[in-house]
């Protein structure tokens, strides 16, 4: 099993930053992609961002590309979701999410573990 802990998210005004971290603990070993979904009010869970824990590589959604970086610490076991230039339309739960194996990076039913979220509000 792997448990999954994020933190940073909170309250900010339109134009600022914010930095999520997750901390995974218990079986790291098996985990090959992380990832950052949120879920708005009302809304489906989207992808933010993945990462690959071994290689690196990332991928980023269109709605944040550009003002987002995900960057991971593995002797940690940590990945960090940098957020710049905040709109209030990234307000939302924020969740980590890690797999062993994941056919389609986008889809959340791919991934196993989950962490419990992290509210981000963006006010205008």
């Known amino acids: 099993q792997v448990q999954l802990r994020e933190s940073g998210g909170g309250l900010v005004q339109a134009g600022g930053s914010l930095r999520l971290s997750c901390a995974a603990s218990?079986?790291?070993?098996?985990?090959?992609?992380m990832a950052w979904f949120r879920q708005a009010p009302g809304k489906d869970r989207e992808l933010v961002t993945s990462i690959n824990w071994m290689g690196g590589n990332t991928y980023y959604s269109t709605s944040v590309k550009g003002r987002c970086t995900v960057s991971r610490d593995n002797a940690k076991n940590t990945v960090y979701l940098q957020m710049n230039s905040l709109k209030p339309e990234d307000t939302a739960v924020y969740y980590c999410?890690?797999?062993?194996?994941?056919?389609?990076?986008?889809?959340?039913?791919?991934?196993?573990?989950w962490g419990q979220g992290t509210q981000v509000t963006v006010s205008s």
């Open positions: 999410a890690a797999s062993t194996i994941v056919r389609d990076i986008s889809r959340a039913d791919d991934y196993r573990y």
């Open positions: 218990g079986r790291t070993s098996v985990m090959y992609v």
